[in-house]
């Protein structure tokens, strides 16, 4: 069975940081790698999509990488800011199945 | 337009009542989802319709009872809920297969 492990659960950081979430995976036969962000009480956010035969996918400020052979993703934000502040999930698709399987999320503070 | 529509926003309902949430895409997506999402928890796949059709099913208690009258909208039927059915349900939409997905607002249940 996939199971999703994000590390920390929460991080509080100050603003202007760069700043780096885990994500890890422990069957790596996947077919993509999806990282999103939530608000509170809201839906969710696609950032990016890595698909298996990718290395890393980059938007903005925000750039992910996906290490299939090792189970695992990063997501790095550069010059934080207080608008980032939000719940970060990542979340694998298990062999185009479109099932999506879930981390716990990283719970991302950034302090003005 | 990235938009996955939802409604009602909130619904509060009892355990005997019958309601029905809605989602609504029109990316030209063939492929919609429901999931369900506790407090504080990642959120949790219910149901994958490809091209109107059911495709999965995650074991989920008949007293959800999904519905897909066209390619844009998907609704789910609800009766005879319990309290712990109380949560953020979320529906979602892709292209048919390992494809970003996209997700709405979420409808905040709450069952009495």
């Known amino acids: 069975k996939q199971e999703v492990t994000q590390i920390p659960a929460a991080l509080s950081v100050p603003e202007g940081e760069n700043l780096v979430l885990n994500c890890s995976f422990t069957?790596?036969?996947?077919?993509?790698l999806q990282w999103f962000r939530q608000d509170p009480g809201k839906g969710l956010t696609s950032l990016l999509l890595i698909q298996s035969s990718q290395r890393e996918q980059t938007s903005g400020r925000l750039n992910a990488s996906l290490d299939k052979s090792s189970g695992r993703s990063t997501l790095y934000i550069a010059a934080s800011q207080p608008g980032d502040s939000a719940t970060y999930l990542c979340a694998v698709d298990l062999q185009g199945a479109q099932k999506l399987v879930f981390g716990q999320g990283t719970r991302l503070t950034i302090n003005p | 337009d990235t938009e996955v529509t939802q409604t009602p926003k909130h619904l509060v309902m009892g355990m005997t009542n019958k309601k029905s949430l809605k989602c609504e895409q029109h990316?030209?997506?063939?492929?919609m989802y429901w999931y369900k999402q506790k407090a504080k928890k990642p959120p949790e796949l219910m149901f994958v319709y490809s091209y109107e059709k059911l495709s999965i099913n995650e074991s989920v208690p008949s007293r959800f009872s999904p519905e897909c009258p066209n390619s844009s909208l998907l609704n789910l039927h609800l009766h005879a809920l319990q309290p712990e059915d109380s949560a953020l349900y979320l529906c979602?939409?892709?292209?048919?297969?390992?494809?970003?997905?996209?997700f709405g607002p979420g409808t905040r249940l709450t069952v009495t």
């Open positions: 069957d790596s036969a996947i077919y993509n």
């Open positions: 979602a939409s892709s292209q048919v297969g390992p494809y970003e997905q996209y």
């Open positions: 990316m030209g997506h063939r492929a």
